[in-house]
């Protein structure tokens, strides 16, 4: 054995399904009664194909997923339809035959890769394991192919790493891990479920280009299970669009992206913000929330949101039905194969200029923040983490400024020092002209209703014990904004309308709201006292792209309609370039770049700008893998931060660039700026 | 492959999930016996006056030691007191030592660990040593030096008790503050300006009383056994009160005479299982993981 993955000549014939899914049914059995968490799904893979499920959470498409690899524990069971992997009866295995099959044939590869290792494991024996216990390899062969397949997978060192355990890899590499151990048995079929979520953007790339890899060189069939169609553009070839437990459209990735037929799956396409979309272009969001799983409505489960809905659709459930060659819905309005009209565009926003000369509202000037880290050893010195190292951030009244960057960059930390969270261990932050970078509590606490944050956990950031009009009431009460509770409770209802929150919800509680209902609460309440700035942490991280694109656009409105500023913290280019007029770019504590948010993003100059936005799933982009990960916040690299890992560092890059105007409103931290551009030429437009 | 034609009502025989009241009476059964068992003794405390046959400290020397009979349901002890009538006074004390240490405690140490973990810095250092400080010593023995320092007595042993009780409120209470503090609502709330104690009063104490409320019921048994050994070692209660721990000393002895120290024995054991089951209960319930299940 050299280690190589031999390519798949198996007992099966070439024209036999991988896979076939028919009419799989399975549900929740809770107190309320029987949840359809997947309602009549069918799907076929061929050898080698690739397939993604797409939807957003709770449409059904990880329990589809898990019921097919039969891992579905009670209160959840499979009720119907039929499973069959290359021709055998999956539903009909049992025990010892399942266990035999599970990770040898078919394998699974899940979203977490923190919690998918055993901590006290170490690598080795985590990738061997399961090719000896299927015993398809003698021990000593199965760790020199466990080696080679660390290799294959792009782990570096893969003999050092092989001998140690997951924590000492970051969360990229042991995606990396659970990769190898998934393709350890050459199966002829990999299930990834959500495989890059928790992966910034650059280690998202290069774990898509390994799949895709895996596809094209050993023909391993892929399920790819997503809730962005970005993502699965890259790597599939068919996608289905799940909704309410059903595949409402099934077609080729590029055809859904470009011509959507069912208005869920054009809702999907036109929510999200792209880096190559005209400046101006607003997002298109639909109201409402997904049906209720235990009676969903008796026509079309997607009627009472859908924008194009007739008669029909309210009283007849639509079938999956063949719309044009190949590609197949489930709408009663494309039923005759007509597309779907473009989103319309809105009317570009009126450019603000911000007077020029204006005094900054907020101005941080060789900002850096410091923490202490663990100690090496018990009379050893601790070590520092360098989360933020000297940022300079400018921002004038009613502009966005949008700071984006992967995670560890410190954009977070850098929220937390220009609101006073933390306190800077350097620089200096003056906000509407007054010095703040030590001001005390009680000398902050005048100043807070002009400078207020949303937070990136809809979850975490609304005290669960409160009521809604308790949460929105508290800072009016506080401030004295309002004497009684009777005048705060009439500002609370103002509030609630403002973000588009019914004024009957004022008395519920946090958990009876959904992720971006509640993120509306955030708001309101970031709201409530005239903020002059809001900082927004990952507002939208944590929402699904419908929902994404519906507290977007709320906070774009507000903006015009409260004049307000925004500092907006994500890690989303086209996110932030959607949103924002200025935008920084932050590596390992630093700006690397700063300039007008389009430019930016369509002209990039410095390199780790240009790896970023090509990293970007979108279908059709000409991609830069950037090799490594950001080094450790520890010990900070000398010179340009980002040497390490860029393309086209030379020995001038041992002097620390400056971060220096190139052009009007641009500003760059490269000895050589521009000189780095992706093989494509210019990206976006 | 169209099967997905097929109307939803068509679903093949739906399995019924299994009755609600077993799944009900197999997680929480254990925590309404011991909330019944709790009840009642919480009752027959309030009643004890009323619903005692005889007066607990009627002593009636002619018929010392007598064994259970029907006009002594429990017998009676050296002095000829009704051992029964005694049982159900010594519930009063009992519990009103076991319910004022462990509540008091718990305000005390609570408060103390959450504002610790609000200071941080110096006081945090402060307090928390203080609490080591008492932690280092073993409780009973240090209740009992105390307790023997006051001077025999109800208030002063449930003095004594509260000086060894609070502190595991206060690592407690420092604990959950700590986890409450990184919260992004108590971020929030600086955020928006509000005061310090309007924070904690608001936002953290109510978010960590869940927990304590577990500790506190699983706790009462405890107080109420350590309470009740202070006083079978002489230091609780002055004699002649009818108390669970004296009761049992005073029998000690009497081999012959099992039922003087073996009926306020088991209502010792009755008390403290029925509030560790209660706990258990109140802890499953609290656990939102748990719930749904």
Known sequence: MDGSLPARTGATAADTPVLEVEDLRTVFLTDAGAVRAVDGVSFTVGPGETLGIVGESGSGKSVTALSLIRLLEEPARIVGGAIRFQGRDVLAMRGAELRDWRGDRAAMVFQDPMTGLNPVIRILRQVTEHMISHGRQTPAKARVRAVELLRRMGV?????????????????????????????????????????????????????????????????????????????????????VMYAGEVVEEAETEAVLTDPRHPYAWALVNAVPRLDSPPGAGLTSIEGAPPDALNPPAGCRFAPRCPFKIAKCETDHPPLMEVAPGRRARCWVTADGRPLPPPPVAAEAAARTPEPGAPPLLEATGLAKHFPGARNSFFGPRAVVHAVNGVDLRLVRGESVGVVGESGCGKSTLARLVTRLHEPTAGTVRFEGRDITRASAAEMRPLRPRLQMVFQDPYASLNPRMR??????????????????????????????????????????????????????????????????????????????????????????????????????????????????????????????????????????????????SAVPEPGRERVILGGEPPSTLRLPTGCVFRARCPVAQPACEAPPPLAEVETGRRVACHFPGSFAPPGGKLGG | ???????????????????????????????????????????????????????????????????????????????????????????????????????????????????????????????????????????????????????????????????????????????????????????????????????????????????????????????????????????????????????????????????????????????VVGFNFCGDGLRDWLDPKGRSR
């Open chain 1, 468 to 613: 809604v009009r308790d949460i929105l009431a508290e800072p009016l009460l506080a401030h004295g904004r309002a004497a009684t509770r009777a005048e705060a409770d009439s500002r609370v209802l103002d509030l609630m309308a403002t973000v588009g929150l019914k004024p009957e919800w004022a008395a519920r509680f946090p958990h009876e709201f959904s992720g971006g209902q509640r993120q509306r609460v955030s708001i309101a309440r970031a709201l409530a006292l005239d903020p002059a700035l809001v900082v927004a942490d990952e507002p939208v991280s944590a929402l699904d792209v419908n929902v994404q694109a519906q507290v977007l656009n709320l906070m774009l409105d507000l903006r015009q309609r409260l004049s307000l500023s925004y500092l907006f913290i994500a890690h989303d280019l086209a996110v932030v370039r959607a949103f924002c007029d200025r935008v920084a770019v932050m590596y390992l504590g630093r700006i690397v770049e700063e300039g007008p948010a389009i430019a930016l993003f369509a002209w990039p100059l410095h390199p780790y700008t240009v790896a970023l936005t």
């Open chain 1, 156 to 240: 570096a060192a893969p003999e050092r790493a092989a001998a140690s355990f997951p924590h000492q890899f970051s969360g990229g590499m042991r995606q990396r891990v659970m990769l190898a151990i998934g393709v350890a048995n050459d199966p002829v079929l990999l299930i990834a479920d959500e495989p890059t979520t928790a992966l910034d953007v650059t280690i998202q790339a290069q774990i898509l280009d390994l799949l895709r890899n895996l596809n094209a060189e050993f023909g391993t069939a892929i399920i790819l299970i997503s809730h962005d169609l970005g993502v699965i553009g890259t790597v599939c070839r068919r996608v289905a």
């Open chain 2, 1 to 271: 492959m169209s099967a997905s034609t097929i109307p939803a009502a068509a679903t093949p025989a739906m399995p019924a999930p299994r009755p609600r009241w077993r799944r009900r009476l197999r997680r929480y059964g254990p925590a309404w016996t011991g909330g019944a068992i709790v009840i009642a003794w919480v009752l027959v405390a309030v009643l004890a006056p009323w619903i005692s046959p005889y007066p607990p400290d009627a002593q009636d020397v002619v018929n010392r030691l007598q064994p259970p009979t029907t006009a002594h349901w429990l017998g009676t002890d050296v002095l000829g007191r009704d051992v029964f009538s005694r049982l159900l006074h010594g519930a009063r004390l009992s519990l009103l030592a076991g319910f004022t240490v462990v509540l008091l405690g718990a305000a005390i140490g609570t408060t103390v660990g959450i504002v610790a973990a609000w200071a941080r810095g110096i006081w945090d250092e402060a307090l928390m040593r203080l609490t080591d400080l008492v932690l280092c010593f073993p409780p009973i023995i240090l209740a009992l030096a105390i307790a023997a320092a006051l001077g025999i007595g109800t208030r002063n042993t449930i003095l004594a008790m509260l000086v060894v009780w609070w502190p595991k409120f206060a690592r407690l209470g420092r604990a959950l503050a700590l986890v409450q503090r990184s919260q992004e609502y108590v971020e929030a709330a600086t955020v928006l300006g509000l005061r310090p104690s309007r924070i904690l009063a608001r936002h953290i104490l109510p978010n960590t009383l869940g927990p304590l409320a577990v500790l506190v019921t699983l706790d009462l048994g405890n107080a109420i056994l350590t309470f009740a050994g202070l006083s079978f070692l002489g230091l609780g209660v002055v004699p002649p009160t009818a108390e669970w721990g004296s009761m049992v000393a005073e029998g000690r002895e009497l081999v012959e005479q099992w039922w003087v120290a073996a009926f306020p024995g088991l209502a010792i054991l009755t008390v």
